[in-house]
C-alpha cells in the first residue's frame, strides 16, 4: 500500500497522515518534517534548505526525492508507505514512479483534501510554525497552485487512483471520510 496524502498548505494531510500511520502499522514519511529536522540539526541538506523554507519556496526535487529514495529502503515502509507532502511537483511524481518501481511497488491511492482557502488561512495562522506568517503562506498558496495542484491531472489519468474527502471536519470525522472514501 503506498497512499498519498495531498493537498493545500493546511488541510490536514500531516494531521491524517499521522493518524493512518498509527492506527494502520504504515511508515509515515513527511518530508516537510525531514526538513525541518536536518535545518535543526544544521546538516548539509539542512543548509541547502533552511532558506528557501523559511521563504515557503520549494526545496529542489533532488534534494527531496533523495529522501523518500533512502526513506523507502527502511523496514518500516516494506507493509505499506504513507507519503505526506510529497510529490509536489511532475518531476517529484514521476521520480516516485520510478522508485516505486524499482521496488514493485506503485501508488495505491492518492487522497486529495480539500479545504476552503480562507478555513485554510486561519488554521495556519493559528498554527504557528515559523513559516506560518502572512507572507510565507501567500507564498506556498502560490507555489501549491502553480507547481503542485497540476499533479491532480497526472493522477487523474488512472481511473479511480484520486479520492477527494471534505476536510472541513474535525480530525476524526475526516479520518472516517477518508476511510470511507478509500474502502478500508
Ligand atoms: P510541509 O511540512 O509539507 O508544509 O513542508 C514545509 C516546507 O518544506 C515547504 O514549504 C517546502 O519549503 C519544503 N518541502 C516539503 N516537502 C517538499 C517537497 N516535496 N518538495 C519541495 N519542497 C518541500
Known amino acids: 500500500m503506498v497512499m498519498i496524502f495531498f493537498g493545500a498548505p493546511g488541510v490536514g494531510k500531516g494531521t491524517q497522515a499521522a493518524l493512518f500511520s498509527e492506527r494502520m502499522g504504515y511508515g509515515h514519511l513527511s ?9 535543526a540539526a544544521q546538516t548539509d541538506v ?18 527531496v526525492t533523495k529522501i523518500v529514495e533512502e526513506a523507502l529502503h527502511q523496514p518500516k515502509f516494506q507493509s505499506g508507505v504513507i507519503l505526506d507532502g510529497y510529490p509536489r511537483t511532475l518531476g517529484q511524481a514521476e521520480a516516485l514512479d520510478a522508485i516505486l518501481l524499482k521496488q514493485g511497488r506503485k501508488v495505491s491511492v492518492v487522497v486529495n483534501i480539500v479545504v476552503q482557502q480562507d478555513v485554510l488561512v486561519r488554521r495556519l495562522l493559528a498554527r504557528g ?7 510565507t503562506i501567500r507564498e506556498r498558496f502560490a507555489v501549491y497552485e502553480k ?8 493522477y487523474g489519468k488512472v481511473p479511480n487512483l484520486v479520492k477527494t474527502v471534505d476536510g472541513e471536519a474535525d480530525i476524526e ?12
Open 46 to 63: 539542512g543548509m541547502q534548505a533552511k532558506r528557501l523554507v523559511d521563504e515557503g519556496k520549494l526545496v529542489s526535487d533532488e534534494i
Open 147 to 154: 507547481e503542485t495542484a497540476p499533479l491532480l491531472d497526472f
Open 129 to 135: 510554525r515559523k513559516d506560518d506568517n502572512e507572507e
Open 173 to 184: 470525522e475526516v479520518y472516517q471520510r477518508v476511510k470511507k472514501a478509500i474502502g478500508v
Open 31 to 39: 518530508t516537510g518534517e525531514t526538513l525541518r529536522a536536518a535545518i
